[in-house]
Nanobody, 115 residues
Framework: QVQLVESGGGLVQPGGSLKLSCAAS????????MGWYRQAPGKQRELVAT???????NYADSVKGRFTIDRDNAKNTVYLQMNSLKPEDTAVYYC?????????RGQGTQVTVSS
């Protein structure tokens, strides 16, 4: 099986920055896509960003130019650098890894943007 452990969430003021990390362990295929999703209270879970094992990235329009996804394949770790944070970025952020038709998701980390 696969375990995902997120870290780096917290409280930050508008305009501030946070960096999330997610370490995957277990049976990780060499070819996979890792990503971040988020869910705000009363809203559906939405894509934030994904990155393939080859380095191809995809971002939600709402975070383009502000967030950067990156990964360290040797460590099976994915990162999300979040800059210029806005109150509407407040949500629980979930890491996941997709290998073929199988997807694993972490437990989530809370990000709160508030003054």
């Amino acid at each position: 099986q696969v375990q995902l452990v997120e870290s780096g969430g917290g409280l930050v003021q508008p305009g501030g920055s946070l960096k999330l990390s997610c370490a995957a362990s277990g049976s990780i295929f060499r070819t996979n896509t890792m990503g971040w999703y988020r869910q705000a209270p009363g809203k559906q879970r939405e894509l934030v960003a994904t990155i393939t094992s080859g380095g191809d990235t995809n971002y939600a329009d709402s975070v383009k130019g502000r967030f950067t996804i990156d990964r360290d394949n040797a460590k099976n770790t994915v990162y999300l650098q979040m800059n210029s944070l806005k109150p509407e970025d407040t949500a629980v952020y979930y890491c996941n890894v997709r290998m073929g038709i199988i997807t694993y998701r972490g437990q989530g980390t809370q990000v709160t943007v508030s003054s």
